[in-house]
C-alpha cells in the first residue's frame, strides 16, 4: 500500500505530511536513483504552477535530484501538460510538475512524468516509496558526479507551439472573442499568447498570480466569474482552466456552463465525423453521466469507464488504443496531441468546430440530454465509513431500486478526506431521494463510530 502518493501524485497542506521540505527532497533523491539507468548522463525537467510554496518545494526537490547525481532543467509555471510534453522532447529521463491541481494556494503536490511523457505507474510509485523508506546515502553521487541545474528560458514558447499545432493550420479564430480564465495558475501566460496567436481577440481573467489567489474564485472550479464575463463582454465562448491548467470547463455566449462530459461528446463526435476516432471507442469514468453513454450509443460507439483519475483514463486508453478520453471534471486526454489531459488543447478542439459550423457555443455543446445527476460530499475523520455493513447494505438497496434507470456511485475521494455520493436517474426527485437516504446512512454510521 502507498504512504504517499495518491490517485495524482503526492498532495497535501504545505508543510504538514506528506508536502514538506524533507519529503520532497528525500522524494528527489529516490526517483533520481530509481531512473538513474545506464550511463549517460540522467537530467529531470522540473515545473510548477504559480503558488508561494512552489519555490520551497521546487528548491527541495532540486537538492534531492542534485545529490543523486541528476541534472535539473528549471522551466517555472507552465501546465502540467507542457511538462509531460517538454519531458518527451527534451529526452529527459524524468519529468517534474508541482502543483496541487484545483485545490487552494495552502496545499501543493508532485506529478512525476517518466521519459515517455506518461504519467508513472503504480509499480513505479511503490518502487521510489520503498527506496525513500531506506538509507540512500550509498547510492548518491560522487562529489565530482553532482548534477548541475539550468534554466530553459524558452520553454514557453515550445509549449505554445505544441498547443497551436492541435488546430488546424488552415483555420484561424479571427473574430471570435474569447474570455480565458486561468485560475491565476501556470497557464497564465501561454494560453492567452496561444489564442491571441490563433487570431482570437482575447480577454484575460485570472492572469495576475500573486502566490496565493491561485484559484480563488476563479478556474474551472468556479466558472460563475467567467460566465458573467463573457456576457458582459459579447463574447463568443469562456474558457476556464484549473492551477495546473490541466482540466477545462467551457462557458457559451449565454453565460452558461459546459461540463467535461459535453466536451467529450463534441470532440467524439466532430472526430467521427473526420475518421480519426480509434476502435470506435472512448473512454471515462464511473463519474460520467448516463446520457452521454446513451448518445454514444447511437453513435455505435462504446464507453469505456474506470476509475476517477486521469491516469486511469490514460492506461486504458493505451491498453484498448483510443485516442480519446476524459472526465466530467473537464480533464481531456487527446492521445493524439498529449499524454496527459491538457485544457487548452481540448478547448482547441471546440473552437474548431465553432469556427467550421460558424455556430454559436451553446448549440455545438449541447450534444445529449444529460441525466438529473447531483454530488454530495460527506466529510469523515479517522477511518473512511465507506465499507460498513449498513453502507453496504443501503448500497445495495437503492441499486436494486434504480433497476438499470439511474446509477449510485459512493466512492472515497483521493485527495480530501471526503466520501463523494453521485446518483443519476431519469427523474429530479428521484436523485434526491437516493441521495438522502445514502448520506443519511453515511451520516449515521460517522454518528456512531465519533
Avoid at 531506506?134 to 553521487?141: E, G, M, Q, R, V
Avoid at 457559451?252 to 462530459?261: A, K, L, M, P, R
Avoid at 433497476?403 to 449510485?408: D, E, M
Avoid at 459512493?410 to 463523494?420: A, D, N, Q, V
Wanted: neutral net charge; aromatic residues 4%; contains cysteine.
Amino acid at each position: 500500500m502507498k504512504k504517499f502518493f495518491g490517485t495524482d501524485g503526492i498532495r497535501g497542506t504545505t508543510n504538514t505530511v506528506p508536502m514538506t521540505v524533507e519529503i520532497a527532497q528525500k522524494l528527489g533523491q529516490a526517483a533520481g536513483v530509481y531512473f538513474k539507468r545506464g550511463n549517460h548522463r540522467h537530467s529531470v525537467l522540473l515545473g510548477k504552477d504559480t503558488r508561494l510554496s512552489g519555490y520551497m518545494i521546487e528548491n527541495a526537490l532540486v537538492s534531492g535530484f542534485l545529490s543523486s547525481g541528476m541534472d535539473v532543467t528549471l522551466v517555472g509555471p507552465l501546465p502540467t501538460p507542457a511538462i509531460a510534453m517538454l519531458t518527451r522532447s527534451l529526452r529527459a529521463d524524468l519529468g517534474i510538475m508541482i502543483s496541487a491541481s484545483h485545490n487552494p494556494y495552502s496545499d501543493n503536490g508532485i506529478k512525476l512524468f517518466g521519459p515517455d511523457g506518461f504519467k508513472l505507474s503504480d509499480q513505479d510509485e511503490l518502487s521510489i516509496e520503498a527506496l525513500m523508506a531506506t538509507d540512500l546515502s550509498p547510492h548518491l553521487a560522487h562529489p565530482d558526479k553532482i548534477g548541475r541545474a539550468s534554466r530553459l528560458n524558452d520553454a514557453a514558447g515550445r509549449y505554445v507551439e505544441s498547443a497551436k499545432a492541435a488546430f488546424p493550420r488552415k483555420l484561424r479564430l479571427d473574430g471570435i472573442r474569447v474570455v480565458i480564465d486561468c485560475a491565476n495558475g501556470s497557464a497564465y501566460r501561454v494560453a492567452p499568447t496561444a489564442l491571441w496567436e490563433l487570431g482570437a481577440e482575447v480577454i484575460r481573467l485570472g492572469c495576475d498570480p500573486n502566490g496565493i489567489n491561485i484559484n480563488d474564485h476563479c478556474g474551472s472550479t468556479y466558472p460563475y466569474t467567467l460566465g458573467v464575463a463573457v456576457q458582459q463582454h459579447n463574447a463568443h465562448i469562456g474558457i476556464a482552466l484549473d492551477g495546473d491548467a490541466d482540466r477545462v470547463v467551457i462557458v457559451d455566449e449565454t453565460g452558461h456552463v459546459i461540463d467535461g462530459d459535453q466536451i467529450l461528446a463534441l470532440i467524439t463526435q466532430s472526430w467521427l465525423q473526420e475518421g480519426r476516432l480509434t476502435n470506435n471507442a472512448i473512454v471515462s469514468t464511473i463519474m460520467s453521466n448516463m446520457g452521454l453513454e446513451r448518445f454514444l450509443e447511437t453513435l455505435g460507439i462504446t464507453l469505456e469507464r474506470t476509475s476517477v483519475g486521469d491516469r486511469h483514463v490514460m492506461e486504458r486508453m493505451r491498453q484498448c488504443g483510443i485516442n480519446i478520453g476524459g472526465e466530467q471534471s473537464g480533464h481531456m486526454v487527446l492521445t493524439d496531441f498529449s499524454t496527459t489531459g491538457d485544457g487548452l488543447i481540448a478547448a482547441l478542439q471546440v473552437l474548431e468546430v465553432l469556427v467550421k459550423t460558424n455556430r454559436p457555443a451553446s448549440e455545438i455543446c449541447r450534444i445529449f440530454h444529460p441525466f438529473p445527476q447531483t454530488l454530495r460530499n460527506i466529510r469523515y475523520q479517522g477511518k473512511c465509513p465507506i465499507d460498513a455493513p449498513l453502507i453496504r447494505q443501503r448500497q445495495q438497496e437503492i441499486e436494486q431500486r434504480l433497476a438499470g434507470k439511474g446509477r449510485l456511485v459512493l466512492r472515497r475521494s483521493g485527495t480530501e478526506p471526503l466520501i463523494r455520493v453521485m446518483v443519476e436517474a431519469e427523474t429530479q426527485n428521484m436523485v434526491n431521494e437516493v441521495a438522502t437516504l445514502m448520506c443519511s446512512a453515511l451520516e449515521e454510521v460517522l454518528k456512531h463510530s465519533a
